[in-house]
Nanobody
């Protein structure tokens, strides 16, 4: 098991930026692929971005491609999500997750953080 704690959420105006962090503890962080998902009120949890164990491969939902960047620092046991050009439709609770392979499917991830709220005002 790996424990995950997200931070960095908040309220930002449309067009602004936020950087989310997810700190991991427990099992060896570099053994895991990491993903970011989000869930807006009344909607299903959706894939945002994923990264493999080394950081050499990244994957994005079409809705965030070219605006969001996922990265990781294995020395700090942390994965990041840099979010630029934010839109009101990006408003959601953002979750990080750890799994054995980078995937767009939430059920491929066994470990989840508690989430951090991102609100983008128009």
């Amino acid at each position: 098991q790996v424990q995950l704690v997200e931070s960095g959420g908040g309220l930002v105006q449309a067009g602004g930026s936020l950087r989310l962090s997810c700190a991991a503890s427990g099992r060896t962080f570099s053994n895991y692929a990491m993903g970011w998902f989000r869930q807006a009120p009344g909607k299903e949890r959706e894939f945002v971005a994923a990264i493999n164990w080394s950081g050499s491969n990244t994957y994005y939902a079409d809705s965030v491609k070219s605006r969001f960047t996922i990265s990781r620092d294995n020395a700090k046991n942390t994965v990041y999500l840099q979010m630029n050009s934010l839109k009101p439709e990006d408003t959601a609770v953002y979750y990080c997750a750890a799994g054995f392979h980078p995937s767009t499917n939430f059920y491929q991830y066994a470990n989840w953080g508690q989430g951090t709220q991102v609100t983008v005002s128009s």
